[in-house]
């Protein structure tokens, strides 16, 4: 049996396909979701004393697991606090609070899968974006420069270094609607002018000096197989910086792309160092024919990789999952 | 210096007919017109050295080949790369996760027991997309029962397609979209100019004035539904770009592989649709692609285009082309295929048969 581990409010078709093909192989699977443990108000427990631990849902018989996100940050208890009468602060403490709860909560839960073929372990998917660098630095990858600064002198200098720069999210890439615009943690580029305009210390963030691309890779990483995409973002001003900044009319040519095996090789040291059977890999290639590694996204959206390759990896990862799951 | 290849995208593809090729640009679902000779310096040039390759053609044609490269990059059909061999060819693979991928079901006839039997089916089938046809009249209380029966299946879209007669319930219509989002578009036809009183914003009904009050409205091929995608072009390798993974019931409860085909494999009432879908011989015409069918076979746009087994060319071969068409491969000229006088011979046969049957 095949447990799927999802956010079951999130749409996303590439998941949808995934079971199609479990269907089609009469693959045995079952949902798990944190809606079940935090919004749908069913009883549940884990319990530990000194002769037993046990749960009240069964898990020996999920032999593998297919771990593509528990709970929506955003929206998980909401309706509590629509409720509550207390100062933004509190509140502000509160949710932090009760999300860092809600965290250690569902590592628990995950220790159920202790025994079962995970994709990828809950673990492992908590991405920290600058230790990863350093862990490709050690590894022999090339990296872009990187620094995490409060200070306005600092970024200066380093942008005095680097020429282009741009910040991103030490966290996940993510927008979300606010009356009448968006707040945004994702990849932007920074001009001088904007720096001027820093206060001499600001809140610390993230900065990396441009890479100059050729082209951007996207590698889907699978059981130690590789899947890469080129993107063509080159070719159109507008995802110069972050081809995520889609041209709708004229979308960047996606094509299947050959890694050299020494790349092949350190990523897959990173892969296993990291603990992470599968992901998604962002490199850039320059225009001198370096790799330089940007970051990996243990959940990350398959889906577009897949298609535009016509790598069938809805196909491989089902295919993975029934094998582990008999 | 080092030798550069000019490439095109690997989901942009060259296919040769009899006297033009096309690039099919699978990512950008558009499709260009080449002359042969330069798809063939295309494919050879891809992984060599392409400005040493253009030499090889008189000084006059090295000005076209160029300025044809030229056209290719602008258009972001192909790039250059001194790297050519890490820029593979795309996969050509084809594969689905169903046993039949889409229905047709002429529903008028068919009562409750028999749409139950194809829910059942279609549901094992992991059959997706689904057209109900309604020719003559418009049961909207059998509509609603199949959809409601439709509820434990993976089908992803139900179109309908049903008359608009005087006496239909179009408030009903409006409900049903709303209550089965599975049901993605009505196709409301034979709307006859005075009786066009009823008007939607429903983005989901449209109206069409032509008469679609027989399966024979079927089958036509047209520049206009060609489908230039990467699972149409690779299914349509090997198999049939129209009836693979098909199944119809037709209006008398028979199992098909397309209403206007005459072969049934047996009627609902008395035959398993699971079973003859499983069968060889139900599955024969899922396996003729392109290659096999004549004229097609030399037709730069059979990867992309639609097939049509029921109404072809010459109707005792089942490889002739479909009757349907107008387009002649070998001087690439579109014509209206209804007044070509060497189809009258077809037309007629057809439309014997279907004389025959009512
Ligand atoms: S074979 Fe022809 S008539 Fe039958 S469904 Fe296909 S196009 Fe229509
Ligand atoms: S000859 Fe007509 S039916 Fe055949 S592939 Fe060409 S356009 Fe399509």
Redesign the pocket.
């Known amino acids: 049996m095949i447990l799927i581990c999802k956010k079951y409010k999130e749409k996303n078709e590439s998941y949808e396909e995934v079971i199609d093909w479990l269907l089609y192989k009469n693959a045995l699977f079952e949902f798990l979701s944190g809606e079940d443990y935090y919004e749908d108000g069913k009883d549940w427990s884990l319990e530990l004393n000194n002769t037993i631990e046990k749960s009240s849902r069964d898990f020996t018989k999920y032999k593998s697991i297919w771990f593509q996100g528990f709970l929506k940050h955003k929206s998980h208890l909401s309706s509590i606090f629509d409720t509550i009468e207390c100062t933004n602060n509190n509140l502000a403490e509160l949710r932090w609070r009760l999300g860092q709860e809600i965290s250690k909560t569902n590592t628990q839960i995950f220790h159920n899968f202790k025994n079962a073929y995970q994709l990828p372990n809950p673990k492992s998917t908590k991405v920290d974006k600058f230790s990863n660098l350093r862990l490709a630095k050690d590894i022999g990858l090339e990296i872009p420069p990187s620094i995490i600064t409060n200070s306005k002198k600092d970024l200066k200098t380093f942008f005095g270094k680097h020429d282009e720069i741009i910040t991103k999210p030490l966290y996940e890439t993510l927008s979300f609607k606010e009356k009448n615009n968006f707040i945004s943690f994702k990849t932007d580029k920074i001009e001088g002018l904007e720096i001027d305009n820093l206060p001499d210390t600001f809140f610390p963030s993230f900065f990396q000096g441009y890479v100059e691309k050729d082209i951007e890779l996207r590698v889907f990483y699978l059981e130690e197989k590789f899947y890469p995409m080129a993107i063509f973002s080159q070719l159109d001003p507008k995802t110069k910086t972050d081809f995520r900044n889609y041209n709708e009319q004229n979308p960047n040519r996606k094509v299947p792309y050959i890694l050299p095996n020494e790349i092949e090789e350190k990523l897959t040291i990173l892969m296993k160092e990291l603990d992470l059977n599968t992901g998604s890999i962002d490199l850039i290639k320059t225009p001198d024919k370096r790799y330089v590694f940007l970051e990996i996204n243990p959940t990350g959206q398959f889906g577009f990789t897949s298609k535009a390759c016509n790598y069938y990896l809805e196909d491989e990862i089902a295919k993975t999952l029934v094998e582990h799951g008999e | 210096m080092s030798k550069k290849s000019f490439k095109l995208f690997a989901n942009c593809i060259v296919v040769k007919g009899a006297s033009l090729a096309t690039i099919c640009d699978l990512h950008r679902g558009k499709i260009y017109s080449i002359p042969l000779p330069l798809a063939e310096f295309l494919e050879k040039t891809k992984n060599g050295d392409t400005l040493e390759d253009v030499k090889e053609f008189s000084l006059e044609d090295q000005e076209t080949v160029t300025e044809y490269l030229q056209y290719l990059e602008q258009n972001e059909l192909g790039f250059w790369t001194d790297e050519p061999e890490k820029f593979p060819d795309l996969n050509l693979q084809w594969k689905s996760p169903e046993h039949i991928n889409n229905a ?1 079901i002429e529903i008028e006839k068919l009562d409750d027991d028999d749409l139950r039997k194809i829910t059942t089916a279609l549901a094992n089938l992991l059959c997706k997309f689904v057209e109900i046809r309604f020719y003559e009249t418009a049961d909207l209380e059998k509509l609603a029962f199949f959809a409601e029966n439709c509820r434990s299946s993976v089908i992803r879209s139900i179109t309908v397609f049903l008359p608009l007669t005087s006496d239909i319930n179009t408030e009903e219509i409006e409900n049903l979209s709303i209550k089965y989002p599975r049901i993605v578009l009505f196709i409301l036809h034979s709307v006859q100019e005075k009786g066009t009183s009823f008007k939607t914003d429903n983005p989901k009904i449209k109206l069409v004035s032509r008469t679609i009050d027989h ?2 409205h ?3 091929i047209d520049p206009k539904l060609f489908s230039i995608k990467i699972p149409v072009f690779t299914e349509s390798l090997n198999h ?1 770009s ?2 693979n993974k ?1 199944l ?1 019931v037709d209006i008398d409860g028979n199992i098909k ?5 005459l072969k049934s494999f047996g009627n609902l009432k008395t035959h398993s649709i699971e079973e003859v879908v499983k069968s060889n011989d139900f599955q024969k ?1 899922w396996g003729i692609n392109k290659e096999k069918i004549d004229t097609c076979k030399d037709c730069e746009y059979r990867h992309v285009c ?6 072809v060319e010459n109707p005792d071969d089942q490889f002739s082309k ?1 009757l ?1 068409c107008g387009y002649n491969p070998y001087t690439n000229k579109w014509e209206e295929w209804s007044t070509n006088p060497l189809k009258q011979k077809a037309i007629k046969f057809y439309s014997f048969e279907e004389f025959l049957k009512n």
Do not use: E, F
Request: with cysteine; glycine share 4%; charged share 20%.
């Open positions: 047709i399966r024979n079927c089958g036509i049939n129209c009836l098909k119809s592989n397309c209403p206007s085909m015409v639609t097939d049509c087994r029921a109404y479909p349907k």
